[in-house]
């Protein structure tokens, strides 16, 4: 097998999509006058799409085989030394994200055609998730930073196109907006350590500066007591925060859920959320430098996972509870992250876009089926009126608790077994807020999933009517709910599958095999909780060869802390909402502060409007009247035409026009002229 992949297939892989997007973006629209309709155009973008999905399987195959690529595809500009270029770096990280982006957005890309079939905008849709697709493609792919935060911005100005994507409705507009410009804060800083990387090796490529990386972390930050990298890792890793939606730049993920359902599942689930994750591993020869980098990504990660979970617990909107969900994983990922179980946080990255994609996908087809009312209040027994729906949920639920066997418990559980590892400080804190999201999650999830397809059909009278209904495209169905067309469930048991038997399968190449060896970078001296999972799991030569280590954990769990917290989490639910329902509501009384400040979302976004936002507002009134009006405008620009106005006033009465006047004037200049000059020569 060739050792280099062909530049021309890879080329392919990002431009397949484009061009799709361009087509049924251009031709599809009244830009240039609907010349495609939407069968036409769904059929393009979903070609491109799956186009990019089999030439990225065909590139996992060859790279799990040795095949490696990393060159310039086209040099931009030159400026001094410092190239910038277009240029793809695929190896095993590269590889699988590729997989994964094209999978789950092939599987959005079919399911849209029954979600948005009567939409105004449906050309418009495919369009933008196609352009969705590249951005995150050219992301993946780059071998340089430059490249890297084209993709990085390309996705999140798709991102705001599509959760606004039902532009007259004021609480889409409002949550495109937040997401934005908390976006941008992220961003902010993400740029400012790619310019401080620029600054101190020259070079935007990524082999050039992971090559300085070690004369980087002998210098300091000019002015402080600071570490130069640890400034770097933080201001990289402030970006994805943003990005990757990490407390308490979190904020903007909830109420994108404004936007279609086929969003939440394509960038909140399995992509641009990711982004952040996928970036620190990227940027390991950087990170493994800087252990105070490596606490302030840890503690960031705990809050997340466990402080999220809380607040799915009271979420009556189905999506919400699920986008909550997804926080909370990011948040374990990024734990892992902290504890330089890169390889884990990645693996939890892969089988989390499945199982979650899936979860989204299955909230959008209850919705579908519930006439577009979101309350889960209003639902229950939905299991016999939607039978696909329902198993298939119920298999993204048990991969999300970490269930054995299923995707999710193998990743989840080498997160929680890696922190349990690490030496690190914030370790402690972390390992217990782990912990406890174990149980928060299985019960949030077990409660959504109760509430949805079991107990009583209140969907009959509708306890709470209107208050969480969406009727943007409303297709006049039929109120008693009745199971979504194939477009919807076919995707729905295609993302099933994997979300069972993907960590099984893949858990040993890559965790404690090969596939990410060159992608990831660990000092396992300071950092040593990768080399100890792996001995846990595959040391003393009891267990041999990937399925036999698989087995081993999954029948190992059984015996562990986190099998039981999951299970007591499913069982708590149960109680609470199959059994007693009176048990939650009594206790929602009696913990009355601790829901208030939950459904006030900790009050951050309070803070963000009433403290920083507002003192923004008086900031810049304070600069506009004080600076603009007062000091340019009223000392500079005023100022000087009123000098010129007085200094004119007085020198015009000199001006008389008589020649006569004018002759004295000369002569009286001479004779002073000459008496200056005789009282210079005494």
Request: proline share 4%.
């Amino acid at each position: 097998m060739s050792t280099t992949l062909s530049a021309t297939t890879l080329l392919a892989v990002p431009l397949a999509p484009l061009v799709g997007s361009a087509l049924a973006g251009i031709l599809g629209t009244s830009f240039a006058g609907n010349v495609l309709g939407r069968r036409a155009a769904h059929t393009l973008t979903i070609l491109g799409v799956f186009i990019a999905f089999v030439l990225s399987a065909l590139t996992l195959k060859d790279v799990a085989g040795g095949a490696r690529f990393n060159d310039t595809i086209y040099e931009w500009m030159v400026i001094g030394g410092l190239k910038m270029e277009i240029g793809f770096m695929v190896d095993g990280l590269t590889a699988m994200m590729m997989c994964v982006v094209t999978f789950v957005s092939l599987m959005v890309h079919i399911y849209t055609i029954g979600y948005m079939e009567e939409d105004a905008g449906y050309n418009r849709f495919f369009a933008y998730i196609s352009l969705f697709t590249f951005s995150m493609l050219m992301l993946v792919m780059s071998n340089n930073l430059l490249q890297l935060f084209f993709g990085w911005e390309a996705v999140g100005l798709v991102s705001y196109l599509l959760i606004g994507f039902w532009f007259n409705k004021p609480t889409a507009i409002f949550a495109n907006m937040k997401a934005f410009l908390v976006n941008r804060v992220g961003d902010f800083g993400f740029i400012l350590g790619i310019g401080l990387i620029v600054a101190y090796t020259g070079s935007l490529n990524y082999n050039d500066v992971f090559a300085k990386a070690n004369e980087l972390g002998t210098l300091g930050f000019p002015g402080t007591d600071w570490m130069l990298i640890t400034v770097i890792c933080i201001c990289l890793f402030i970006g994805a925060m943003g990005k990757s939606a990490q407390f308490p730049l979190h904020v903007w993920l909830p109420d994108s859920m404004e936007g279609p359902t086929p969003i939440s599942a394509l960038i909140h689930a399995a992509t641009m959320v990711t982004a952040g994750i996928f970036m620190v591993s990227r940027m390991s020869p950087l990170f493994e430098l800087s252990d105070t980098a490596l606490n302030f990504i840890l503690v960031i990660g705990a809050i997340t996972a466990l402080f999220m979970g809380f607040l799915g617990i009271i979420q009556n909107d189905i999506k919400r509870v699920v986008a909550y969900s997804t926080l909370s994983q990011l948040g374990y990922m990024t734990v892992a992250l902290g504890v330089s179980a890169y390889n884990v946080a990645v693996f939890h990255l892969m089988t989390h876009a499945f199982f979650k994609a899936l979860l989204f996908l299955g909230a959008g087809s209850v919705i579908i089926g519930m006439h577009h009312d979101q309350d889960m209040r209003n639902m229950g027994g939905l299991w016999k009126r939607m039978p696909f729906t329902w198993i298939t949920s119920l298999i993204g639920s048990l991969a999300l608790i970490g269930t054995p066997f299923f995707a999710g418990f193998y990743s989840k559980d080498s997160i929680i077994e890696a922190v349990h590892f690490s030496k690190l400080p914030a370790a402690h804190w972390a390992y217990y807020a782990v912990i406890i999201g174990v149980f928060v999650t299985a019960f949030y999830s077990f409660r959504m999933y109760f509430l949805v397809f079991h107990g009583k059909e209140n969907f009959h009278h509708k306890p709470f009517p209107g208050e969480h209904d969406h009727h943007d495209d409303d297709h006049g169905h039929a109120h008693v709910p009745h199971e979504s067309p194939w477009v919807v469930t076919v995707p729905l048991i295609l993302l099933a599958i994997p979300s069972i038997i993907i960590g099984f399968i893949t858990i040993e190449p890559l965790l404690f095999g090969e596939f990410l060896k060159d992608a990831i970078t660990v000092n396992t001296e300071a950092h040593p909780a990768m080399q100890e999972l792996r001995d846990f799991f595959y040391g003393g030569g009891e267990i041999v060869g990937g399925l036999t280590g698989a087995m081993h954990m999954a029948l190992h769990a059984f015996k562990t802390i986190p099998f039981y917290l999951a299970l007591a989490g499913v069982v708590v639910a149960y109680l609470f909402y199959m059994v007693a329902p009176s048990i939650p509501a009594a206790l929602s009384k009696i913990l009355r502060p601790l829901v208030i400040i939950g459904e006030n979302k900790y009050f951050l976004d309070w803070f963000n409007e009433n403290v920083l936002a507002r003192g923004a507002r008086l900031l810049g009134t304070g600069l506009w009247k004080g600076g603009d009006r007062g000091v340019i405008e009223g000392g500079v620009v005023n100022a000087s035409w009123k000098i010129v106005g007085i200094v004119s006033a007085a020198v015009r009465h000199a001006q008389s026009g008589y020649l006569y006047h004018y002759a004295l004037v000369m002569i009286l200049g001479v004779i002073g002229f000459v008496s200056y000059f005789v009282w210079l020569a005494k």
